[in-house]
């Protein structure tokens, strides 16, 4: 089994190479069949070595044919455990909850439910599969410092998890800038996946970037960097079936002389990488989601749901 392999065991890596890719946060075969030429080359291997090593390390790895017919994508994808959110009108929107691989993005104005929807599924990522779980563990990215354990305790009684299984299988990264987020999410965030964290949240993703790259000038910068995060997302997320849900902050977005729309920030960028685009709103005391972008579901397709003290519930 390739998780039996250790770094040594791939053709091409020494003792020394080893040091070099263990010095760099990178542990296990599967996590350095992520990297690429360039980013191996950026902490000292040289370049014929690092393709090399990478081509060993992909091949080590794969478990399945990178082409598969159509039948068989088909078959992969209903093999696909989903994610129960919790909130049964959502699950059924989102054809049954989260599939891996793909990023959810959640945006919204304030108070439209983002944390919270994210808080649930941090708990419900541990319940058993025959109750839409996986019984994972969360990572829990607070770039907004938003996380509260105290909302956990009841969305966790409802679901008659334990409170002390809870603490310990919430796992909470508090990044103070983007090199921190980067650095996390690159490196110790695989050692987590690797040890059965199964659901990503980063709540929100453009918070930092939007305090660190100020002005016209930094936005080309800014975009690169957020594209960069989410590919890092992405390829853990195929390479180990994770779940992973971003929230995004919206901007006014003015129509000539008409109205003002509002619309997810992050431009392009956000909006390509994310697989599954939903749109929260609040109209008093129930909020409603709806899907901006989806390979699978048809756009403007919606329902409600409310926040109740016990987390989110159908209508
Ligand atoms: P921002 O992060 O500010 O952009 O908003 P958000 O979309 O993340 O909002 P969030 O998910 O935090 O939703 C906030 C709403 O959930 C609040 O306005 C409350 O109405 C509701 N809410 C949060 N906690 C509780 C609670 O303990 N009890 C009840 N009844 N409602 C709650
Ligand atoms: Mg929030």
């Not at 919206?250 to 003002?260: H, I, K, M, Q, S």
């Not at 990488?273 to 579901?297: C, M, N, Q």
Request: aromatic share 6%; glycine share 8%.
């Amino acid at each position: 089994m390739s998780e039996d392999l250790t770094l040594e065991d791939i053709p091409g890596i020494g003792r020394i190479t080893a040091k070099k890719l263990r010095n760099a946060g990178i542990f296990s075969v599967k996590q350095l069949a992520m990297y690429t030429t360039e980013e191996l080359v950026d902490i000292g291997i040289d370049d014929s070595r690092a393709t090399s090593i990478l081509r060993a390390a992909r091949r080590a790895v794969r478990q399945k044919a990178l082409v598969l017919t159509a039948i068989e994508h088909e078959k992969l994808m209903k093999s696909f455990h989903l994610l129960t959110t919790g909130v049964k009108a959502i699950d059924d929107l989102l054809g049954g909850g989260l599939e891996p691989q793909s990023i959810y993005e959640l945006a919204g104005e304030f108070g439209t439910g983002k944390t919270q929807i994210c808080h649930q599924l941090a708990v419900t990522v541990q319940l058993t599969p025959n109750r839409g779980g996986v019984n994972g563990k969360a990572m829990y990215i607070d770039t907004e410092g938003t996380f509260s354990l105290q909302r956990i305790y009841p969305i966790a009684e409802r679901f008659g998890i334990d409170l002390d299984h809870i603490k310990k299988n919430i796992l909470v990264a508090k990044p103070m800038n983007v090199e921190d987020l980067e650095e996390l999410v690159r490196g110790e965030l695989v050692k987590y996946v690797e040890e059965g964290v199964k659901l990503i949240v980063v709540d929100s993703i453009i918070a930092l970037y939007r305090a660190e790259f100020k002005g016209r000038e930094m936005l080309a910068r800014r975009q690169q960097r957020i594209n960069y995060l989410l590919d890092w997302l992405k390829r853990i997320g195929k390479t180990y079936n994770t779940y992973t849900v971003i929230t995004n902050q919206v901007l006014d977005r003015p129509l000539g002389f008409g109205p003002v729309v509002k619309v997810p920030t992050g431009g392009n960028i956000i909006a390509h990488a994310s697989t599954h685009r939903l749109y929260l709103k609040r109209e008093g005391d129930i909020w409603k989601l709806e899907v901006l972008d989806s390979p699978k579901i048809a756009r403007k397709a919606s329902v409600c749901f409310r926040i109740t003290d016990i987390g989110v519930e159908d209508v």
